[in-house]
């Protein structure tokens, strides 16, 4: 095993190297389109200066440095020389290439397109030992480490916590997996959709009488990545502090058991059985559930009875608010089957743009429901600027999702689009190793690097 080489920057050292860090902010800035006059910084974006070495793949990890990456970190992608992200192959759809772009193959996979943004891809094998001789020096110039390997299995490379804290005490070390680091799971494989299983949330995913579904979406890598992005940050801040880094041990489980939030608590505190799977409604609001239209479904929000009586008048159905039977919520739970019966039988007699004119302005909540499609090009959604277009060097003009929140100051930007497999390897290694370009070419040529 060869030795792990340099030493940890210092508190000076790294305002030293923070001064290259935002010149290569700014100079990737360049060229690429900003999605809205908003998005021009007063100042440099917050976590500009910091250096993460990414050392995950698929959605959690990923998804957790990208938003660091929006936050204007330095994000170094580490990828398997040849296949790279597991996502790159998850296609179709593709980006595909430009004709004159050099490129072979099908393109670029939508799925790695949505995680991978802000970031530099170094395509390196942990194979041979100068692959792992990189790594090791590459964890000493950085500040963040994330990585969703299984517990122990970094050790081997001693790219574990305890070995590479010795060399970097500042580095923020974040292990993300499905089980976590201890625990009788935690040597199990975790994927999103067994953790839904497993930890309650397709229990309580679908409709009244059918079978448990997962979500749409892979929530809990979403939720996980959420979670240990913002433990980073925090993290930071104590570093701040005390100058000292530490180990953040990020698990799907216990992401996807705390994300249970008020079914969980209802749970512990009636120590029953929860009341399984509701669909669109809600156990404990009536009424407050999708309802189907002459052409569609709106869902409707009669969160207390002054949003019922405002249903009521909508439905043309006044007398309804003085009904013993409707007149609170808790009556309105009680008679649940009958009123929201009621209610569908009037809602499937107009459209569902009809009904969205008719409660327009009305103080109560309630949406059409819309597909994908129908999501991103939403008015609201334009309005909000949730949708980019940026320019791919090898595939042209891509639409992205973009950033959601919005700063006041310094509003983080997508500066660079996801990369190609290997696009930075020698920029990465020139810039932070000190490597030539005949070193770099030796290595490419026996495969540690791409």
């Known amino acids: 095993m060869s030795q792990i080489r340099g030493t940890a920057i210092s508190s000076l050292g790294r305002l030293a190297h923070s001064k290259s860090r935002i010149q290569w902010a700014n100079a990737t800035a360049r060229g690429m389109r900003r999605y809205s006059a908003a998005a021009a910084n007063n100042g440099p974006l917050p976590l500009e200066g910091y250096r ?5 793949r698929v959605l959690a990890g990923p998804y957790c440095t990208q938003i660091l990456g929006d936050l204007g970190a330095e994000v170094i992608k580490i990828e398997h020389p040849t296949r790279g992200d597991d996502t790159r192959a998850w296609g179709p759809p593709y980006a595909k290439y430009k004709p004159d772009s050099g490129r072979q193959g099908p393109g670029e996979s939508a799925y790695f397109l949505g995680a991978n943004r802000n970031k530099k891809s170094l395509g390196l094998s942990f194979q ?261 277009e940026i320019d791919h060097e090898y595939c042209g003009p891509i639409k992205m999702v973009n950033t959601p929140v919005k700063w006041s100051e310094t509003q983080p930007i997508v500066r660079t689009p996801p990369p190609i497999l290997g696009q930075h390897t020698n920029e990465i290694l020139g810039e932070h190793l000190g490597l030539s370009e005949s070193d770099i070419t030796t290595l490419k040529n026996q495969g540690v690097v791409s």
């Not at 574990?160 to 005490?169: C, M, S, W």
């Not at 156990?283 to 009521?312: E, H, M, Q």
Request: negative net charge; aromatic residues 6%.
């Open 52 to 56: 993460v070495l990414d050392m995950s």
């Open 128 to 388: 041979h030992p100068e692959g792992v001789d990189i790594l090791h020096k590459l964890a000493a110039k950085c500040d963040i480490l994330v990585e969703n390997y299984l517990p122990g299995t970094l050790k081997k490379y001693s790219m574990d916590y305890e070995t590479l804290r010795k060399v970097n005490p500042g580095l923020i070390y974040t292990s993300i997996t499905g089980y976590g680091q201890t625990g009788p799971y935690s040597n199990r494989a975790g994927y999103d959709v067994m953790v839904e299983a497993e930890f309650g949330l397709m229990h309580i995913t679908g409709s009244r009488d059918g079978p448990p579904v997962k979500v749409g979406v892979a929530v809990t890598d979403l939720t996980t990545g959420l979670y240990a992005s913002n433990s980073i940050m925090a993290a930071l801040l104590s570093r701040a502090k005390t100058g000292k880094g530490q180990h953040i041990d990020v698990a799907l489980s216990d992401c996807q058991t705390a994300t249970l939030a008020n079914i969980a608590s209802s749970s512990l505190i009636s120590g029953k059985k929860d009341s399984g799977r509701w669909g669109t409604a809600h156990p404990s609001i009536v009424p407050y559930r999708a309802f189907k239209t002459k052409d569609g479904d709106i869902l409707i929000g009669g969160g207390n009875d002054r949003l019922f009586g405002v249903l009521c008048d909508g439905l043309n159905k006044p007398h309804w608010k003085d009904d013993a039977k409707f007149k609170t919520n808790a009556d309105r739970v009680a008679h649940r089957n009958e009123l929201e019966a009621e209610i569908e039988a009037i809602t499937q007699q107009r459209t569902t743009q009809e009904w969205l004119e008719t409660f327009e302005g009305s103080g109560m909540p309630y949406a059409a429901i819309n597909d994908i499609q129908g999501t991103l090009n939403h008015s609201h959604t334009k309005a909000r600027d949730m949708v980019i």
